[in-house]
């Protein structure tokens, strides 16, 4: 029986008699709600249509700005861009800390590291951004950021060391401090 459906079929087959005693004390505990539900659901039932409609339909005359319209492509380009970044309401200074406890930056599309960001967005890393600064170039992938006395929002360039030689070298920094008496 590897096959779900086969599982299933012979479940039901197994348990239809609970199945078929179950629906029916269902129906019973219920009848009188489903009554009342199937009576207010007719369509003959000129009440229930009215609070249908009324609760479905706009008011009558009432024609809102924008139905059927499609906006130009620029037009779109437009409204994105006047509501990126700091022109947005809900701009917070372009800081925010990620699940991680790195805090992350929104850096402009001008900057002069933003080869450092990821593919679709525009948010770097604050340390990498700091110690790149620092370098006076952007930094590779390769080469990683190591906070010396390991609190990840405290991006001090004298709290900040560069490891190139890749992520080994990274983990045993922190396995040593780690493991050390």
Not at 97 to 106: E, F, L, V
Not at 114 to 125: A, D, E, R, V
Not at 129 to 137: D, I, K, P, W
Request: aromatic content about 8%.
């Amino acid at each position: 029986m590897s096959n779900r459906k086969e599982y299933m079929k012979q479940w039901r087959k197994d348990n239809s008699k609970h199945i078929e005693e179950y629906q029916e004390q269902w129906k019973k505990n219920n009848s009188e709600h489903v009554k009342e539900y199937q009576q207010k659901r007719n369509k003959d039932n000129a009440e229930w249509r009215k609070e249908y409609d009324r609760q479905r339909r706009p008011k009558k005359g009432y024609n809102p700005w924008n139905r059927g319209k499609h906006l130009p492509e620029k037009h779109k380009e437009k409204i994105g861009i006047s509501n990126r970044g700091n022109k947005n309401w809900n701009w917070k200074g372009g800081k925010s800390k990620n699940i991680d406890g790195y805090i992350t930056i929104c850096i402009p599309f001008d900057s002069p590291f933003i080869s450092m960001t990821g593919k679709h967005s525009h948010h770097i890393l604050e340390h990498r951004l700091v110690m790149a600064e620092h370098l006076g170039r952007c930094l590779e992938s390769c080469e990683f950021v190591h906070h010396i006395n390991e609190i990840r929002d405290d991006n001090r360039i004298e709290n900040l060391k560069l490891i190139d030689e890749g992520k080994n070298i990274h983990a045993k920094l922190h396995w040593k401090k780690n493991h050390t008496n």
